[in-house]
């Protein structure tokens, strides 16, 4: 991984593009990211930066975060990540990192905490087929045969009703339609995950189809 910054989703809109198409995009305010602290293989075993993002007051962090921030004379950040950016050693403590990183037309994965959802049946959550609609049904949008009649028990691994979203997500390959490095804004093909101003990784694209 060569480049890589957090972002604020700001929300979703639509753009033209030089054919005069409608795009759908996804608006983020991309950094600006303060590199907190450089991890070297000689100190820490392994090659990477941590980064803050969004500033804090100096009394809403703990000690140990004071003690952190003051050792590498940073200013206290909200949110801290580390990236292990094949490139590190080009950055220093204090450098900033800003949108205008990614150009219009790379490829990029977005990571993100997904909505979510509440408690869902298991046709929502699974995508199972509902039962019949007819005849005196009553079991429109039931989860259906729990297994083997033999074992009287659920096996693991069943999909069942529970908890849906608010997961870990990463979308894939998502085109840069723009980069405005003077306002902080990356503007994305397509959606993303989570609500509005939850914040997201944006990487480089791991894996690009040829």
């Keep these: 991984m060569k480049k890589a910054i957090l972002a604020r989703k700001v929300g979703m809109t639509q753009i033209y593009d030089e054919e005069g198409r409608v795009v759908p995009v996804t608006v983020l305010k991309a950094g600006p990211c303060k590199v907190v602290q450089k991890k070297t293989p000689k100190n820490d075993g392994y090659q990477a930066l941590q980064?803050?993002?969004?500033?804090l007051?100096?009394?809403k962090v703990n000690r140990p975060l004071q003690g952190?921030?003051?050792?590498?004379?940073?200013?206290?950040?909200?949110?801290?990540?580390e990236f292990k950016l094949e490139e590190a050693e080009q950055y220093q403590p204090g450098d900033e990192i800003t949108a205008d990183l990614f150009k219009a037309g790379e490829k990029v994965d977005i990571n993100g905490v997904s909505r979510g959802k509440g408690f869902a049946g298991s046709i929502k959550r699974h995508g199972y087929s509902t039962g019949p609609k007819t005849h005196g049904s009553h079991y429109?949008?039931?989860?259906?045969?729990?297994?083997?009649m033999d074992a009287s028990r659920v096996f693991k691994g069943r999909p069942l009703p529970g908890r849906m979203g608010g997961r870990s997500t990463t979308v894939l390959n998502l085109k840069v339609v723009e980069a405005d490095g003077e306002k902080g804004l990356l503007l994305v093909k397509g959606s993303v995950p989570g609500p509005r101003g939850s914040v997201l990784e944006v990487r480089e694209a791991a894996k690009v189809p040829q």
């Design 57 to 59: 007051k100096p009394r």
């Design 140 to 148: 429109h949008r039931g989860s259906g045969s729990m297994g083997n």
């Design 51 to 55: 980064v803050g993002f969004e500033e």
């Design 68 to 81: 952190h921030f003051q050792k590498w004379g940073a200013t206290p950040y909200r949110y801290l990540k």
